[in-house]
């Protein structure tokens, strides 16, 4: 059976000590649409884009530190206490999406505190959107650095990472970025022609829900990344996605329960006389 091939260098191109990585290039390229994206939002709801900049700098602060700390806390604990230093070496790899989820959640709140042109979950609605694109190419980053790797497999698209092993395997970091990227288009196409973003905290749930049961269960054709998972029932990425579905399911709850009350509140309010 034929599979596909994939030797690509992870590094673009060498000139002396630069060395510019296909996992930057799409890591910063989901920034910089994502970046778009909001300006198209903000343009559409005739919001000011003063400080969007701002918002811009406390999201990717949060993403690359909530991303590196989650792998530190949650996969690599003991290698990272004994050798503190290496924390900051984000360049030899290391970032986590749950802890970059996380990251981003917190620099959301941080920011809202401080600027309060959005509630947070009116801000974070609206970012959801542009969050999964980024998710969506940061897997395809992964592809290009062969890591993340799934399960043997012989289904016809299964990938032999020559710089790993002759083995064909899942690819499992596509499946993410396609279920990813198919989230966002559903979530693109509904901002501009439902009115599902009046709601706060709709697109946030079904966002959690969604991505994170994607994850939850394309875990299973994934490989552990750390040896400990060996022993585990549920792998670390399957027991970090657990809360945020929970999450997502609380708050469509809370809206539907909000939703009900609006409309009684609608049935029993008295009627202006004519």
């Known amino acids: 059976m034929n599979y596909i091939i994939w030797n690509v260098d992870p590094e673009i191109f060498t000139l002396g000590p630069v060395a510019p990585r296909w996992y930057g290039l799409l890591f910063a390229s989901g920034f910089l649409l994502g970046y778009v994206i909001l300006i198209q939002i903000y343009r559409n709801e005739k919001r000011s884009e ?26 690599q604990p003991d290698y990272y206490l004994a050798r503190p230093w290496e924390i900051l070496m984000i360049w030899q790899g290391g970032l986590a999406s749950h802890g970059g989820f996380t990251g981003v959640l917190i620099a959301i709140y941080l920011y809202s505190r401080k600027y309060r042109d959005m509630s947070f979950l009116e801000l974070t609605d609206r970012l959801a959107i542009p969050a999964l694109l980024a998710s969506a190419l940061i897997r395809i980053g992964n592809f290009f650095n062969s890591e993340i790797l799934g399960t043997p497999s012989n289904l016809p698209w299964a990938t032999i990472f020559i710089r790993v092993d002759n083995i064909p395997r899942h690819p499992a970091m596509l499946y993410e970025s396609f279920a990813y990227a198919t989230i966002f288009a559903g979530f693109y196409i509904a901002y501009w022609k439902t009115a599902i973003i009046k709601f706060p905290g709709r697109l946030l749930g079904i966002s959690f829900v969604a991505s994170f049961t994607a994850r939850f269960l394309i875990e299973f054709v994934k490989e552990e990344q750390v040896p400990f998972e060996q022993a585990m029932l549920l792998n670390m990425g399957q027991l970090l996605s657990i809360p945020f579905i929970l999450i997502g399911l609380g708050l469509l709850y809370r809206h539907q329960k909000e939703g009900q009350h609006r409309v009684r509140q609608k049935h029993t309010s008295p009627q202006t006389p004519p």
């Open 50 to 75: 003063g400080h969007l900049s701002s918002l811009f700098v406390y999201i990717f602060m949060g993403t690359l530190i909530g991303a590196r700390l989650g792998h530190v806390l949650f996969y």
